[in-house]
Nanobody, 123 residues
Framework: QVQLAESGGGLVQPGGSLKLSCVAS????????IGWFRQAPGKEREEISCITGSSNNPIIYYGDAVKGRFTISRNNRKKTVYLNMNNLEPEDTAKYYC??????????????WGQGTEVTVSS
């Protein structure tokens, strides 16, 4: 059974940083691409980033809103995908989810996701 568990969210001031983690269980992490999306109250789901399962030269995708500020990485041995978020802005406030995907590109569907972790950017 595919299970994903996000952690690392919290309250941070504008310009600050957070590191989110996504721990996978029930499947080999390199079988799927893993993506992150976020959803703020009253807003549509927004894809953030994705990384394919390959340990060598994985394909990585970033949404325009986070390009240059967020970095995705994975450690297949630890079955964990990370999302380093720098220079956070109030507009980044949302609940963040990690999800399995079959491909990394804009619009690639999300298959399964966890319960999410809240990120609040506020002074």
């Amino acid at each position: 059974q595919v299970q994903l568990a996000e952690s690392g969210g919290g309250l941070v001031q504008p310009g600050g940083s957070l590191k989110l983690s996504c721990v996978a269980s029930g499947f080999a992490l390199d079988y799927y691409a893993i993506g992150w999306f976020r959803q703020a109250p009253g807003k549509e789901r927004e894809e953030i980033s994705c990384i394919t399962g390959s340990s060598n030269n994985p394909i990585i995708y970033y949404g325009d809103a986070v390009k240059g500020r967020f970095t995705i990485s994975r450690n297949n041995r630890k079955k964990t995908v990370y999302l380093n978020m720098n220079n956070l802005e109030p507009e980044d406030t949302a609940k963040y989810y990690c999800a399995t995907q079959n491909a990394c590109h804009k619009g690639a569907p999300f298959l399964s996701w966890g319960q999410g972790t809240e990120v609040t950017v506020s002074s």
